[in-house]
């Protein structure tokens, strides 16, 4: 499945970086639930991974809608955005949200096919 097809879809998550946890490596704090789609395969080798926006707690799985993907232009690792049901968040929202981590890297956020053509 090209990446673009989970747009507008209801898709499972499973999260294996709970919000408030600490990352393995690099010691920081997770503020949000992040996570992956079992059973895919991304540029990196790893599963599709997955930030989960609106939810406040932390979660182990979760199904909700990705509204966009941080395509990343300098990494090939992209990164769904996924919310809870009727949520949802302008692009200046995502970048704030996942600036802990994206903030290392070049990325546009795609909401749809027209936007790889800009």
Known sequence: ????????????????????SKHPKHGFIYPVNYGFVPNTIS???????AYLLGVFEPVEDYEGKCIAIIHRTNDDDDKLVVVPPGKNYSDDAID???????????????RNEKTLTK
């Open 1 to 20: 499945m090209n990446n673009l097809d989970y747009i507008g879809k209801n898709i499972k998550i499973k999260i294996d970086r709970r919000l408030g």
């Open 96 to 110: 704030a949200l996942t600036e802990f981590q994206e903030q290392y890297f070049e990325h546009i956020i795609i």
């Open 43 to 49: 540029g990196d080798g790893e599963e599709l991974d």
